[in-house]
């Protein structure tokens, strides 16, 4: 009996649609952060008779074979990459990111990580910075004795000081673009690595070569959806329910076998 197999991997596939629910909701208020999706595939058949088998002498076939399947697999947890809202935040080194495209930060390793949360620090030597510490590139420093900056639409970061009426221009943040964005490698603390799968990065100035813009004082809102997310839940937990009662069945026709006299 193939039954209790089939229903178990429906039981783990809806087991892994609720982790990835959770971990959404969980998100909710994380900046930049995009919703996940999990996407399931039907395992291999089992060929009883395959469709076109001859099945008399005058060359008759069979029309449609028998195949019995064998249950469900995970197939990919994909990014839904979309805009996330834009929350007013008022802070000089606050950027959201409108349109495609990603921060470029360089790791304790020495590693590119990716990221669109633009809640940027300033460090003790004066240099732009995640709030993880990690230096946003192309590695800008601002002056001790800066009064306040300003960011334009291409990423040009300006400082203005007491005794100057013209600005200063420090430097000039990129954005980081990908063919498959959904093939970068989540690591934690809303940074990606770039993989085989997302291709090489494509670096230039905001606004330019399909990249997005910035914006200060903005910060991008987590683009998941709560009542989608909960209706999903809700799906995942009936499935799960379902193939359930599939394997109660299964075990009370198996019982029903052993008590064959």
């Keep these: 009996m193939k039954a209790l197999h089939i229903a178990a991997t429906g039981m783990s596939a809806q087991q892994m649609k609720v982790d990835v629910v959770s971990n959404n909701l969980a998100n909710m208020s994380t ?15 089992q060929q009883l008779a395959r469709p076109g088998t001859v099945s008399a002498a005058d060359g008759t076939m069979l029309p449609t074979g028998v195949q019995v399947g064998l249950g469900v697999r995970p197939a990919a947890v994909s990014v839904v990459l979309a805009q996330g809202s ?4 008022g802070g000089d080194l606050d950027v959201a990111i409108e349109g495609p495209g990603y921060l470029e930060v360089t790791m304790p390793s020495g590693v590119s990580g990716y990221t669109r949360d ?24 601002i002056p001790d004795d800066t009064r306040s900056l300003a960011i334009n639409a291409a990423g040009e970061v300006y400082a203005y000081f007491e005794n100057r009426v013209e600005p200063e221009l420090l430097g000039q943040f990129t954005l980081t673009g990908f063919t ?16 085989a799968a997302s291709g090489a990065p494509l670096v230039g100035p905001p606004g330019t070569d399909g990249l997005g813009t910035l914006r200060q004082g903005y910060l991008e809102e987590s683009s998941v959806d709560p009542v989608r997310e909960v209706t999903e839940l809700i799906k995942a937990q009936r499935g799960y329910e379902l193939n359930a009662k599939v394997i109660t069945a299964a075990d009370q026709m198996l019982a029903a076998t052993t008590q064959v006299r």
Aim: aromatic share 8%; proline share 5%.
């Design 31 to 45: 900046t930049g952060y995009n919703a996940r999706r999990a996407d399931f595939a039907d395992l291999h058949y």
């Design 86 to 89: 834009l929350s007013a935040t």
């Design 180 to 195: 498959n964005g959904k093939g970068l490698e989540a690591i934690g603390s809303n940074l990606f690595l770039e993989t």
């Design 118 to 141: 633009g809640s940027l620090k300033r460090s003790p030597d004066g240099q732009i910075v995640t709030a993880d510490g990690y230096p946003v590139a192309p590695g800008i420093t």
